[in-house]
Protein backbone atom coordinates (compact mmCIF):
# COMPACT_ATOMS: atom_id res chain seq x y z
CA UNK A 1 0.00 0.00 0.00
CA UNK A 2 1.08 3.43 -1.31
CA UNK A 3 1.57 6.32 1.27
CA UNK A 4 -0.75 7.96 -0.46
CA UNK A 5 -3.12 5.33 -0.18
CA UNK A 6 -2.57 5.49 3.78
CA UNK A 7 -3.28 9.25 3.79
CA UNK A 8 -6.38 9.10 1.74
CA UNK A 9 -7.78 6.07 3.93
CA UNK A 10 -6.75 8.28 7.22
CA UNK A 11 -8.33 11.38 5.79
CA UNK A 12 -11.46 9.70 4.91
CA UNK A 13 -11.86 8.42 8.65
CA UNK A 14 -11.17 11.56 10.19
CA UNK A 15 -13.60 13.34 7.76
CA UNK A 16 -16.34 10.65 8.92
CA UNK A 17 -15.68 10.90 12.46
CA UNK A 18 -16.04 14.91 12.68
CA UNK A 19 -19.21 14.82 10.33
CA UNK A 20 -20.65 12.04 12.83
CA UNK A 21 -20.26 14.05 15.64
CA UNK A 22 -22.64 16.55 16.58
CA UNK A 23 -20.65 18.86 18.37
CA UNK A 24 -18.47 19.75 15.39
CA UNK A 25 -18.81 21.10 12.10
CA UNK A 26 -16.54 21.50 9.17
CA UNK A 27 -16.08 24.63 7.98
CA UNK A 28 -13.94 23.69 4.59
CA UNK A 29 -12.25 21.12 3.13
CA UNK A 30 -9.42 19.48 0.54
CA UNK A 31 -8.41 16.26 -0.32
CA UNK A 32 -6.45 16.35 -3.18
CA UNK A 33 -3.01 14.56 -3.82
CA UNK A 34 0.10 15.87 -2.41
CA UNK A 35 2.36 16.78 -5.55
CA UNK A 36 6.06 16.21 -4.80
CA UNK A 37 7.79 18.76 -3.56
CA UNK A 38 4.44 20.55 -2.34
CA UNK A 39 4.82 22.57 0.91
CA UNK A 40 1.35 23.12 1.39
CA UNK A 41 -1.35 21.13 3.02
CA UNK A 42 -3.34 19.49 -0.05
CA UNK A 43 -5.36 16.87 1.66
CA UNK A 44 -7.30 18.93 4.94
CA UNK A 45 -9.85 19.01 7.10
CA UNK A 46 -10.87 22.41 8.97
CA UNK A 47 -13.24 22.02 11.63
CA UNK A 48 -14.60 23.85 14.65
CA UNK A 49 -17.11 23.26 17.81
CA UNK A 50 -18.57 27.01 17.36
CA UNK A 51 -22.47 26.97 17.72
CA UNK A 52 -23.99 30.29 16.26
CA UNK A 53 -27.40 30.27 18.76
CA UNK A 54 -25.51 29.09 21.87
CA UNK A 55 -24.57 31.01 24.82
CA UNK A 56 -20.80 29.58 24.66
CA UNK A 57 -18.01 31.75 25.34
CA UNK A 58 -14.71 29.92 24.03
CA UNK A 59 -14.66 27.86 20.96
CA UNK A 60 -11.72 26.52 18.68
CA UNK A 61 -10.79 26.01 14.89
CA UNK A 62 -9.01 23.10 13.79
CA UNK A 63 -7.21 21.59 10.99
CA UNK A 64 -6.27 18.07 10.72
CA UNK A 65 -4.55 16.78 7.80
CA UNK A 66 -2.92 13.27 7.60
CA UNK A 67 0.30 14.17 5.59
CA UNK A 68 3.02 12.58 7.79
CA UNK A 69 0.61 12.10 10.54
CA UNK A 70 0.43 7.86 10.33
CA UNK A 71 1.87 5.83 12.93
CA UNK A 72 2.97 2.30 11.79
CA UNK A 73 -0.90 0.53 12.09
CA UNK A 74 -2.09 3.43 9.92
CA UNK A 75 -4.22 5.48 12.65
CA UNK A 76 -3.63 9.10 12.85
CA UNK A 77 -1.36 10.18 15.65
CA UNK A 78 -2.76 13.44 16.27
CA UNK A 79 -6.34 14.59 15.87
CA UNK A 80 -5.17 18.01 14.56
CA UNK A 81 -2.10 20.00 13.72
CA UNK A 82 -3.03 23.46 13.64
CA UNK A 83 -5.58 25.01 16.32
CA UNK A 84 -6.90 28.48 16.97
CA UNK A 85 -8.59 28.97 20.31
CA UNK A 86 -11.23 32.13 20.14
CA UNK A 87 -13.08 33.97 23.20
CA UNK A 88 -16.35 34.99 22.85
CA UNK A 89 -18.30 38.24 23.67
CA UNK A 90 -21.41 38.44 22.22
CA UNK A 91 -22.44 41.54 24.23
CA UNK A 92 -20.00 43.61 22.65
CA UNK A 93 -19.75 41.55 19.46
CA UNK A 94 -16.10 40.52 20.12
CA UNK A 95 -14.04 37.51 19.28
CA UNK A 96 -10.48 37.14 20.69
CA UNK A 97 -7.78 35.25 19.91
CA UNK A 98 -6.32 33.63 22.61
CA UNK A 99 -3.93 31.16 21.22
CA UNK A 100 -2.55 30.28 17.80
CA UNK A 101 -0.80 27.12 17.52
CA UNK A 102 0.64 24.98 15.10
CA UNK A 103 2.54 21.71 16.76
CA UNK A 104 5.83 21.69 15.41
CA UNK A 105 9.53 21.38 16.64
CA UNK A 106 8.42 23.16 19.42
CA UNK A 107 5.72 21.05 20.92
CA UNK A 108 6.23 18.29 22.82
CA UNK A 109 3.90 16.36 20.82
CA UNK A 110 5.88 17.55 17.76
CA UNK A 111 7.03 14.26 15.26
CA UNK A 112 6.54 16.32 12.57
CA UNK A 113 7.29 19.98 12.30
CA UNK A 114 3.47 20.84 10.68
CA UNK A 115 4.73 24.73 10.40
CA UNK A 116 5.09 26.27 6.89
CA UNK A 117 2.40 24.12 5.38
CA UNK A 118 -0.37 26.78 5.52
CA UNK A 119 -2.33 25.20 8.32
CA UNK A 120 -2.18 28.52 10.40
CA UNK A 121 -3.40 30.23 7.37
CA UNK A 122 -6.41 27.94 7.05
CA UNK A 123 -7.30 28.14 10.72
CA UNK A 124 -7.26 32.19 10.10
CA UNK A 125 -9.33 32.46 7.22
CA UNK A 126 -12.06 30.26 8.50
CA UNK A 127 -11.71 32.18 11.50
CA UNK A 128 -12.48 35.43 9.36
CA UNK A 129 -15.25 34.24 7.60
CA UNK A 130 -17.35 32.32 10.05
CA UNK A 131 -17.01 35.35 12.40
CA UNK A 132 -18.27 37.66 9.23
CA UNK A 133 -21.08 35.37 8.93
CA UNK A 134 -22.05 35.63 13.16
CA UNK A 135 -22.32 39.29 12.91
CA UNK A 136 -18.65 39.85 14.99
CA UNK A 137 -17.93 43.45 14.77
CA UNK A 138 -13.81 43.27 16.60
CA UNK A 139 -11.80 40.32 15.46
CA UNK A 140 -8.32 40.78 18.02
CA UNK A 141 -5.66 39.41 19.97
CA UNK A 142 -2.39 39.37 21.28
CA UNK A 143 0.82 38.16 19.99
CA UNK A 144 3.65 36.60 22.40
CA UNK A 145 6.60 34.88 20.20
CA UNK A 146 9.39 32.75 21.79
CA UNK A 147 11.48 33.59 18.89
CA UNK A 148 11.89 35.97 16.22
CA UNK A 149 11.53 33.58 13.16
CA UNK A 150 7.88 32.92 14.61
CA UNK A 151 6.73 36.50 15.15
CA UNK A 152 8.38 37.68 12.10
CA UNK A 153 5.69 34.61 10.43
CA UNK A 154 3.24 35.95 12.92
CA UNK A 155 3.85 39.54 11.19
CA UNK A 156 3.41 38.54 7.78
CA UNK A 157 0.28 36.33 8.01
CA UNK A 158 -2.23 38.39 10.06
CA UNK A 159 -2.22 41.23 7.78
CA UNK A 160 -2.83 39.02 4.65
CA UNK A 161 -6.00 38.47 6.55
CA UNK A 162 -6.69 41.99 7.18
CA UNK A 163 -5.58 42.56 10.85
CA UNK A 164 -3.28 45.60 11.88
CA UNK A 165 -0.49 44.43 13.64
CA UNK A 166 0.56 46.93 16.05
CA UNK A 167 4.45 45.70 17.83
CA UNK A 168 4.88 46.70 21.02
CA UNK A 169 8.07 45.25 21.40
CA UNK A 170 10.21 43.50 18.71
CA UNK A 171 12.94 41.91 20.61
CA UNK A 172 10.41 40.09 23.39
CA UNK A 173 8.08 39.40 20.38
CA UNK A 174 5.08 40.71 21.58
CA UNK A 175 1.99 42.30 19.20
CA UNK A 176 -1.50 43.35 19.47
CA UNK A 177 -3.45 42.40 16.38
CA UNK A 178 -7.44 43.74 15.12
CA UNK A 179 -9.67 43.34 12.56
CA UNK A 180 -12.56 45.80 12.58
CA UNK A 181 -15.41 43.79 10.58
CA UNK A 182 -18.17 46.62 11.18
Known sequence: ?????????????RLAAIEKDPALTILSSMDQARPEGTTKA????VYT?????SSQTR??????TPFENVD???HSKADFQSQLLVDVNRWSQRMHITVLETLGSESRLAFYDFQNMGLAQLALKAFVNL????????????ISSFDKENFAKLQHIFPKFGFTF???DA??????????LK
Open 1 to 13: MSVQTDYDEIYAK
Open 59 to 64: FTISVY
Open 49 to 53: DYKAN
Open 131 to 142: ARKSEAGLLDGN
Open 166 to 168: DVL
Open 42 to 45: TQYI
Open 171 to 180: DQGLAKIELK
Open 72 to 74: KYG
